[in-house]
Nanobody
Framework: QVQLVESGGGLVQAGGSLRLSCAASGRTFSTYAMAWFRQAPGKEREFVAVVSYSVARTYYANSVKGRFTISRDNAKNTVYLQMNSLNPEDTAVYYC????????????????WGQGTQVTVSS
């Protein structure tokens, strides 16, 4: 069982940066792939980025590639999302999620979810 708590969201102007954190409980955190998803009003939840349990692999949605960086610190049971060059299209609730089996972008494969943190980018 893994419990996830996101933090770090807020209001930022276009071109600005934010760093999201996701603190996980559970001794098996280091064996899970961790990802960030986001959901804008009226839209489906979409994949943003994923990092493998060993930190050896990362993968990004095309819409954030080159602007966002996912990382994790297994000693602190925390995963991060550094977001730079934000634009209004990045406005959404951001969720972290844990996948105990694989390294995937598929929402259905993630067993554990946080409650989300709001990111709002003003123009």
């Amino acid at each position: 069982q893994v419990q996830l708590v996101e933090s770090g969201g807020g209001l930022v102007q276009a071109g600005g940066s934010l760093r999201l954190s996701c603190a996980a409980s559970g001794r098996t955190f280091s064996t899970y792939a961790m990802a960030w998803f986001r959901q804008a009003p009226g839209k489906e939840r979409e994949f943003v980025a994923v990092v493998s349990y060993s930190v050896a692999r990362t993968y990004y949605a095309n819409s954030v590639k080159g602007r966002f960086t996912i990382s994790r610190d297994n000693a602190k049971n925390t995963v991060y999302l550094q977001m730079n060059s934000l634009n209004p299209e990045d406005t959404a609730v951001y969720y972290c999620a844990a996948d105990p089996i694989g390294f995937t972008t598929a929402r259905a494969n993630y067993d554990y979810w946080g409650q989300g943190t709001q990111v709002t980018v003003s123009s």
